[in-house]
Each structure stands twice: as structure tokens, then as C-alpha cells.
């Protein structure tokens, strides 16, 4: 009995939910085990682990779905993952390049709204507001 949980107790040792627990065997990244006739389910102490790993994944980026194929390619297949995170990381550069482009037409807004105060008009909801 000791290598088997319940739901509960597989939660507080993963850190995590219950319902992040149901909602990962809903989209079928954990099985979820047989019901007894009496009392609860039990899941294996290598879930842990495997929701452990689904978070440090998401942490790093990954959409489910992209863990889900992490997960199935399975620890043999460095170069496929490896490609995978190449990826990911690309993405993850682009997101960094966009979001700069978006703080610097920011800023800009911001310095004009501050030179142009006395006007009685702001110039960030002029630019909002523009359909051009």
C-alpha cells in the first residue's frame, strides 16, 4: 500500500489540486485507475513525478498539448525533444522581441502624453482611438 495514493494524498505530495489532478486525466496526460467496488481510488506513486514534470514543462513554456508529445516521445528521444525545445526557445525569442517592440511604442506614447499634457487631449487615447 505504500507505492499506491489516494487523490488527495497524490495531490498535496505533487503539489497541486485535486481538479488539476481530474482535469490532466480529462485531456489524458494521467490514466486515471480503476474504481473499486469499495473505497477510493488509488494511483501510483510515479504520478507524482509525472505531474511534476508537466509543471516544470508548463514553467518552461510548453502549451499541455506540447507535453503531451514530450510525453510520448519518452526519454530515448533527446534529439526530438532537444528539437522541440529549439522551438520553444525560438518562440519564446520572438514573444521577447514583440514584447519590447510594444514597450518602446509604449514609452513613446507615454513621453508624448507627457509633453503634450496642457493641450486638454491625450495623445495615447488619440492613438487608440485612430482607425488608420
Avoid: W
Amino acid at each position: 500500500m505504500k507505492n499506491v495514493m489516494t487523490i488527495g494524498q497524490l495531490a498535496r505530495a505533487a503539489d497541486v489540486n485535486i481538479e488539476t489532478i481530474r482535469y490532466y486525466q480529462r485531456i489524458a496526460l494521467l490514466s486515471e485507475p480503476e474504481k473499486p467496488v469499495k473505497g477510493y481510488r488509488l494511483y501510483p506513486h510515479e504520478f507524482v513525478s509525472r505531474i511534476r514534470f508537466i509543471r516544470r514543462a508548463q514553467q518552461l513554456g510548453f502549451k499541455l498539448q506540447e507535453v503531451a508529445e514530450l510525453l510520448q516521445l519518452g526519454d530515448g528521444q533527446c534529439d526530438d525533444v532537444r528539437s522541440r525545445a529549439e522551438q520553444k526557445r525560438a518562440q519564446i525569442n520572438q514573444q521577447i522581441n514583440d514584447l519590447k517592440n510594444l514597450r518602446q511604442t509604449l514609452d513613446a506614447l507615454i513621453k508624448t502624453c507627457h509633453a503634450d499634457s496642457a493641450s486638454g487631449h491625450c495623445p495615447i487615447i488619440e492613438t487608440l482611438a485612430d482607425n488608420n
